[in-house]
């Protein structure tokens, strides 16, 4: 995502437990509201976040050593003309690329289908882009999504 031009980036660091959720999605929404976004896109926006921390929070830090800080980064920003957010999440849990999984079959009944893999499948179709890299020992979640015309 080095390509990514970001501009006025706000950020918070936060505990990857789901009593923190709260906290993001107000965060979240407050950066959006700042933006001008109108309330249908920030409901869209805010449950495609909400999707992507639960996800950080349930299991980016199971199989991991307990002596390391479990911790979720959301940062904010905007491209340069202003009409598109970018929600970036970081977290230092297992190495996952969320991406890298097959889409669910949605023409299946919900007894056919396999279980997980429609709240990822939801945020991508809900987002302009998603974008993931490892970096180091993070794992990088970007949404990009138009707020603005």
């Not at 896109?41 to 349930?58: G, L, P, Q, S, T």
């Not at 999440?89 to 889409?103: C, Q, T, V």
Request: aromatic letters at 6%; charged letters at 30%; glycine letters at 6%.
């Amino acid at each position: 995502m080095k390509d990514i031009v970001e501009t006025n980036k706000k950020e918070i660091v936060v505990d990857a437990v789901l009593e923190e959720l709260d906290n993001v999605t107000d965060y979240i929404s407050e950066y959006l509201a700042e933006m001008g976004c109108s309330t249908p896109m920030e409901i869209k926006i805010c449950i495609a976040c909400e999707e992507i921390f639960v996800n950080i929070a349930h299991y980016a830090y199971q199989d991991i050593d307990p002596g390391v800080p479990r911790l979720a980064s959301v940062s904010l920003s905007q491209d340069p003309s202003g009409n598109n957010v970018q929600i970036t999440f970081r977290d230092r849990g297992i190495s996952y690329n969320p991406l890298a999984k097959e889409d669910p079959d949605i023409t299946l009944s919900a007894n056919e289908r396999q279980i997980g893999g429609l709240g990822i499948f939801m945020v991508k179709k809900s987002m302009d882009k998603v974008l993931y890299e490892r970096d180091g020992d993070e794992n990088v979640l970007m949404l990009i999504k138009k707020v603005k015309e």
